[in-house]
């Protein structure tokens, strides 16, 4: 590796010894600074200069912090590294309530009235199974997703919470049929699974 300072050579070294001296200037508590000045005479003295052990104004990272505060003191940096760099910190600011998602649910079953009509499920691989037809209601619900955070504009505490925020409602006849498994009767009509209930 060569030296060379404003066109300059300076002095010439192996990569061996410029390794050597990157290793030093790594555990050497201090760094020599080359100091450009007017003034004219003889010296030419490297001068080291400490490196500091802290840079005041460095502070300490948390989840109250703001993220564009500065955290400790890095000794490879020399310098304070950042909370964000860190991921330590409260991202804020944040808002008070933010809608994340909103979807549908699936329907259910909010009643079901039995009625006095029956009918035989043709299973074709199984035993066919007496069903009953019943007037069933239903409703599915639209579900908001939010996220709160009752220590606005700061991030700390925030969570989610699920609220219904709409719904909507049918009804169909249809047919359930019974845990016992019930034994077919001969007048009762055929009827397929797709007219069984949800």
């Not at 060569?2 to 760094?31: C, F, K, M, W, Y």
Request: proline share 8%.
């Amino acid at each position: 590796a060569t030296v060379i300072d404003n066109g300059v050579t300076l002095e010439t070294v192996s990569l061996a010894e410029l390794s050597r001296r990157t290793g030093e200037l790594l555990q050497a508590p201090t760094v020599p600074v080359k100091i450009v000045s007017e003034v004219t005479g003889p010296g030419t003295e490297l001068a080291p200069v400490p490196v500091a052990d802290s840079v005041t104004g460095c502070g300490t990272c948390g989840p109250t912090v703001p993220c564009d505060a500065d955290g400790p003191f890095d000794e490879g940096k020399g310098d304070c590294v950042g909370c964000a760099e860190i991921g330590d910190c409260d991202p804020g600011p944040c808002a008070c309530s933010t809608v994340l998602q909103d979807y549908w649910t699936g329907w259910y079953e909010t009643s079901s009235t039995p009625l006095y009509q029956w009918g035989c499920v043709d299973w074709q691989f199984a035993a066919d199974e007496r069903a009953r037809l019943h007037f069933v209601n239903y409703r599915r619900d639209r579900i908001q997703v939010v996220r709160i955070c009752p220590s606005c504009p700061s991030c700390t505490g925030c969570y989610n919470q699920q609220q219904v925020v709409d719904y909507q409602t049918d009804s169909d006849y249809c047919y359930k049929t019974y845990t016992f498994g019930m034994a077919c009767e001969t007048w009762d009509p055929i009827i397929y699974p797709y007219e069984l209930c949800l």
